[in-house]
Nanobody, 130 residues
Framework: QLQLVESGGGLVQPGGSLRLSCTAS????????IGWFRQAPGKEREGVSC????????NYADSVKGRFTISRDNAKNTVYLQMNSLKPEDTAVYYC???????????????????????WGQGTQVTVSS
């Protein structure tokens, strides 16, 4: 069974940090671009960041640039999202998603379009509050 599992969410104070992990089972992530999306209550799902299959290309939403860093370890079949300087407006359920694409490239369109992705995790809650 093909699965993505997110972990690492939790409650953190403003200015704090969290690292989210997205681990695949049942398939290898080597040939997949991975996106991180988030959805706050009453809002649409929005793209946060994405990374190409090799890790050589990344993109970030303007709202997280300079604060979040996406990376991957294909040997561990895992993609990470390091989140620093967290703000209350970062509060949301965070999802990772995978898409099999030929090019080792990401684009702002790919990072912001949930419908482009084939597999999704169940989500992990991130709450930023004092």
């Amino acid at each position: 069974q093909l699965q993505l599992v997110e972990s690492g969410g939790g409650l953190v104070q403003p200015g704090g940090s969290l690292r989210l992990s997205c681990t695949a089972s049942g398939f290898t992530l080597d040939y997949y671009a991975i996106g991180w999306f988030r959805q706050a209550p009453g809002k649409e799902r929005e793209g946060v960041s994405c990374i190409s299959s090799s890790g050589g290309s990344t993109n970030y939403a303007d709202s997280v640039k300079g604060r979040f860093t996406i990376s991957r370890d294909n040997a561990k079949n895992t993609v990470y999202l390091q989140m620093n300087s967290l703000k209350p407006e970062d509060t949301a359920v965070y999802y990772c998603a995978a898409v099999n694409i030929q090019m080792d490239l990401t684009t702002p369109y790919l990072c912001s379009t949930p419908n482009e992705y084939d597999y999704w995790g169940q989500g992990t809650q991130v709450t930023v509050s004092s």
